[in-house]
């Protein structure tokens, strides 16, 4: 093997390109099998080379034959609370999806046939929008999330019941709530469990438990209501079937982890099952999320761990898997064959894909039923990050965590005496956290020699509950601080160049951006991916699925008006001297245009370098290619022109005001 070649940081050659990030990539997720031939199995793929378009894929586990079910050309998301999730669902070989286009639900008896129309046309187009349902025993009903645009209000989000066959208009089951998620059927189709909560609350937060009686689509007497006190968030329900009489699990974090339990019908009582110091649930950002699944061999369960997800079996550890799993089911592999967990995985060495692993008596054996893309990448440019946890705060007295990912590259090597850039990367949410997975847009920078490291600031999931509470009131101020914190720490232990720290985030990720750079002057530069310029603004102008979610983050709106006007970049444009670059959808219903071209505006105004990308066409993330491929290349073109380094890569012209 040669020697690496020395070369400057950040003027790296690598053969992770930003249209690598893209070509043949597909976004794996929701992974099920068919409630009535359990040896069909499902998964959803998000395609950035075909337009962004989601379609449905189906394996039959008796040949091993995988194939797309959707038409040509269908784009399966809905677009309940803008986030969307839980956009199809299998019943006895047909398919139930949502398209995208006019958000109506379809019916799909085989591939190849015509979809039917199961809900009417509305008087506003995309008035009627529906989510995460599941189809009765009988075949007769679809019960499932609806959320209506034409309130002349907020939208309102209920319960329906839709006939399979078409033949009956959508019938409300319940509306006793602001948000509605996750219907659940029993096995013998008699009663229904599903989630709910209210303002201002978010599901992470404080949620209900329901179980009623269900007969002939509706619905009947109350059965249970867990959670009326408002100091856990129970989601993810499902019925283990057991032998013959069924059980009802859900998700629970009142022991600080979200574990999974039994709620016991008659009394409510939580009986543990998989529990322990780890997540099994994440944060329901989507409809459709499950990481359990129901085994003769006992309930199998995706553990969160800070190196990355375990499977569990009953509470016990089985084996350590891929480093993140985002859904469990369990299949047969024939009519009355083998038991089999699916779930979608990835690693820090591969992409998502769809994986089987026995779980009957030659539990581990594993293959992947939809393969990851093979990258074709040297094994050393693909690199297991650092776990690090370091102090942070005014004081030093609080402690947060984050992913170190160094530079890596066998074909090159800094000078001598030179330290690496540093990218600090700020997830969004702020209710989420960093992935633990291969991550080619990390690559992309770490293979260059630039430093990444993914921070888990204070709020972020996956340490239990305190952990994420501890951002409540304080967003703007510990987010930024453990980010600060991050950068530092590793500066300090001579791992990077204190002269060359960049900040990078979207969404709320932006936001902390922002605010690191108006009110901290370590960073050198910033990118902000439709980042909030101007907390009032947003408190005022957003979906409904957010609108209180500053409540907690921030304050009641308007009596904390003047927290909100502290903690807005936008009002504080002395303290903006770095370089910054935003990037924003043109169609985001999220965070629109105006934050970032309030703040785009003010730098122009100061003098203060700055880069604008608008996309036109994008919500909320870019998904489609040509536009990922454009935002990344921008970012490192921006970065290098504005630290001193040169990037190898033949680069567009990017137009930078101020410079």
């Not at 303002?199 to 249970?224: F, I, K, Y």
Request: hydrophobic residues 40%; glycine residues 12%.
């Amino acid at each position: 093997m040669s020697r690496p070649e020395v070369v400057p940081y950040g003027a790296w050659p690598s053969p992770v390109t930003a249209q690598s990030l893209v070509a043949g990539a597909a976004g794996i997720s929701e992974v099920m099998a068919d409630p009535v031939q359990p040896w069909l199995l499902w998964w959803a793929e998000s395609r950035p080379d075909e337009g962004g378009r989601t379609a449905v894929m189906r394996c039959d586990l008796r040949d091993g034959e995988a194939h797309e079910v959707t038409p040509a050309g269908a784009n399966v998301r809905t677009r309940v609370h803008e986030y969307g999730g839980g956009s199809w669902w299998p019943h006895d070989g047909s398919l139930y999806y949502v398209e995208f286009g006019d958000q109506r639900l379809r019916r799909l008896e085989a591939p190849g046939a015509d979809p039917v129309l199961l809900t009417a046309e509305p008087s506003e187009p995309r008035a009627w929008r529906y989510a995460d349902g599941r189809v009765t025993p009988d075949g007769r009903w679809c019960v499932c999330v609806r959320e209506r645009h034409d309130t002349g209000t907020e939208p309102a989000n209920e319960l329906v019941a839709i006939a399979a066959d078409g033949s009956r208009p959508v019938a409300t089951l319940w509306a006793g709530s602001d948000f509605v998620m996750s219907p659940r059927v029993s096995p013998d189709g008699s009663l229904l469990a599903w989630i709910a909560w209210d303002h201002p609350n978010m599901p992470w937060d404080a949620t209900r438990l329901h179980v009623h009686q269900l007969r002939d689509g509706r619905l009947g007497a109350e059965v249970l209501v867990l959670g009326a006190g408002g100091d856990r968030s129970l989601c993810e329900p499902g019925w283990d079937p057991g032998d013959g009489v069924a059980r009802l699990l859900v998700c629970s974090d009142h022991e600080d982890w979200w574990g999974l339990y039994e709620a016991v019908l008659d009394g409510g009582d939580l009986v543990p099952v998989v529990t322990g110091a780890f997540d099994v649930a994440t944060p329901p950002w989507v409809f459709g999320m499950q990481r359990w699944g129901a085994s003769a061999a006992g309930i199998v369960a995706a553990a969160g761990m800070p190196s990355g997800d375990q499977i569990m079996v009953d509470g016990n550890h089985v084996a350590a898997t891929d480093s993140s799993i985002s859904s469990v089911t369990i299949a047969r592999s024939a009519p009355e064959g083998e038991e089999v967990l699916a779930y979608a995985g990835a690693g820090y060495r591969h992409e998502t894909e769809v994986v089987a692993l026995t779980v009957g008596g030659r539990r581990g054996k594993r293959r992947a039923v939809r393969r990851a893309r093979d990258l074709e990448l040297e094994a050393g440019l693909l690199v297991e990050p650092e776990a690090i946890t370091f102090p942070t705060g005014p004081d030093g007295a609080a402690t947060a965590h984050a992913l170190y990912y160094p530079p890596a590259n066998p074909a090159c090597s800094g000078p001598p005496g030179e330290l690496p850039p540093l990218l600090v990367h700020a997830h969004g949410g702020p209710t989420a956290a960093a992935r633990r997975q291969l991550q080619l847009g990390l690559t992309y920078w770490t293979s260059r020699g630039i430093a990444v490291v993914d921070v888990d600031y204070r709020g972020s999931t996956g340490y239990g509950r305190r952990y994420r509470q501890a951002l409540d009131g304080a967003w703007g101020i510990v987010d930024v601080e453990d980010c600060v914190a991050a950068a530092r720490f590793l500066a300090d232990r001579g791992d990077v160049d204190p002269q060359r720290l960049m900040i990078r985030g979207g969404s709320a990720g932006g936001f902390t951006v922002l605010a690191a750079l108006a009110l901290h002057d370590v960073f050198a530069a910033g990118a902000s991916r439709y980042g909030v310029a101007d907390l009032e603004a947003l408190a005022a102008d957003t979906h409904k699925f957010e609108s209180r979610y500053l409540d907690r983050l921030i304050g009641p709106y308007p009596e904390a008006r003047d927290t909100y006007l502290a903690r807005s970049p936008i009002n504080h444009l002395d303290g903006f001297d770095a370089p910054m670059i935003v990037l924003q959808g043109d169609e985001d219903e999220i965070v629109p245009p105006s934050q970032s071209e309030m703040i785009v505006d003010a730098l122009k105004a100061k003098g203060v370098p700055v880069a604008y990308l608008l996309f036109e066409g994008e919500q909320h993330g870019f998904r489609t290619a040509g536009n990922i491929v454009a935002a990344l290349e921008a970012e490192l073109g921006f970065f290098g022109r504005v630290l001193g380094f040169t990037p190898a890569d033949d680069l567009p012209d990017l137009e930078i005001a101020g410079l």
